[in-house]
């Protein structure tokens, strides 16, 4: 075997295998089963392989994995907005458990749909029939038959967040019992008029959260428990569950009803965040003159004035064993369908 030069010098262009292969002055084919450690070779070979490799900026394309294994290599993700708070801390879970596994890391693909039906479907398209990822973990999304049908034919695992479906592994929330807790502490710290901001029910052309039923199924049970009444004016819909969405529905909500004195914000801590900064900016204590409940958990909900009252749920854990779960159908070790459900808590803080 020819010695190879001391330190290669990396090609202005993108390089390739056989200018490893040339720098070496090995055969390609000793290259490439070199990088993939293949015990053929020698060790020392492959070491000085992957040395060169590294020097010239060698990358295999991800396009030859795909043909050579039919695997992209990849995990996709998809969202409603992948920037929105809860999103980023399951994705914080993804990442930490990647790293665990020693698998995936750097290697997971974010959708985001804008909360628009259209936007999904283009997505689900380029994810499955493109090739772009091996699985598919959904956030707070609700997969449609065809589409959960087309991926298994496909051999593609499917993981929900937040939901439940038929061919789909899942975990998610007891919402019903997070919502229903929310209410009764309102109820039983003596709140009156009791307002529910939730997000919006299906409509056309936008995604449904899915855990929105859920909640304001747990929101009215608690009523119904305690013998009172839901006051249809006091529920806001919010399609996007923002700090802006937060704000604009506290002043809905005291335009409908000026003597409000609870709100259950199961649209998520960022909305009641919102919500609790237009309370300040009218001039009502909390929680005086205001009790406010969130949901999540979210980080930072305990550092607000006062600190937040909300549902916690174990946002960062769902997201790894989401990702956890889509190894193991990759690896063929789910012959059937795992769920997995929490049990929320609800954490009694400043608020209510």
């Not at 262009?13 to 070779?41: E, F, N, Y």
């Not at 929105?84 to 399951?90: D, I, P, T």
């Not at 283009?122 to 038959?145: C, Q, R």
């Amino acid at each position: 075997m020819n010695s190879p030069p001391d330190r290669p010098s990396p090609p202005r262009r993108r390089a390739t295998l056989k200018d490893v292969a040339a720098a070496l002055g090995v055969s390609p084919m000793t290259v490439s089963l070199s990088l993939r450690g293949d015990t053929q070779i020698p060790p020392a070979t492959r070491e000085r392989v992957r040395a060169a490799a590294d020097l010239l900026h060698y990358v295999p394309m991800a396009s030859g994995r795909l043909l050579k294994s039919g695997r992209s290599g990849r995990i996709a993700i998809l969202a409603s907005r992948i920037a929105h708070a809860f999103v980023g801390q399951v994705l914080a879970g993804v990442e930490q458990r990647t790293f665990e596994l020693g698998r995936y890391h750097n290697a997971i693909l974010p959708f985001s749909t804008w909360s628009r039906s259209a936007e999904k479907d283009k997505a689900l398209n380029e994810i499955v029939y493109g090739g772009l990822a091996d699985a598919l973990i959904m956030v707070s999304m609700h997969p449609d038959p065809a589409m959960v049908r087309s991926m298994a034919e496909h051999g593609m695992p499917l993981v929900l967040i937040e939901d439940r479906v038929r061919g789909c592994h899942s975990v998610r929330v007891d919402n019903v019992q997070g919502a229903a807790a929310a209410a009764r502490r309102l109820i039983e710290t003596g709140c009156r008029n009791i307002a529910l901001v939730v997000g919006e029910l299906p409509k056309p052309g936008l995604e449904p959260n899915p855990t929105a039923v859920e909640r304001r199924e747990g929101f009215a049970a608690a009523f119904k428990a305690a013998r009172r009444r839901q006051d249809p004016d006091l529920l806001v819909d919010i399609g996007f569950y923002t700090f802006e969405e937060g704000r604009a529905a506290l002043d809905t909500l005291l335009d409908r009803c000026p003597r409000l004195d609870g709100v259950f914000c199961a649209a998520g801590d960022r909305v009641a965040m919102g919500l609790m900064e237009r309370a300040r900016e009218r001039g009502l204590a909390i929680p005086g003159d205001l009790k406010v409940i969130g949901y999540d958990d979210l980080q930072g909900s305990q550092l607000l004035s006062p600190p937040l009252t909300t549902v916690r749920q174990p946002v960062e854990q769902m997201g790894a064993e989401a990702l956890e779960l889509a190894v193991q159908a990759l690896d063929g070790l789910l012959p059937r369908e795992r769920h997995i459900m929490h049990q929320p808590t609800l954490v009694v803080r400043g608020t209510a």
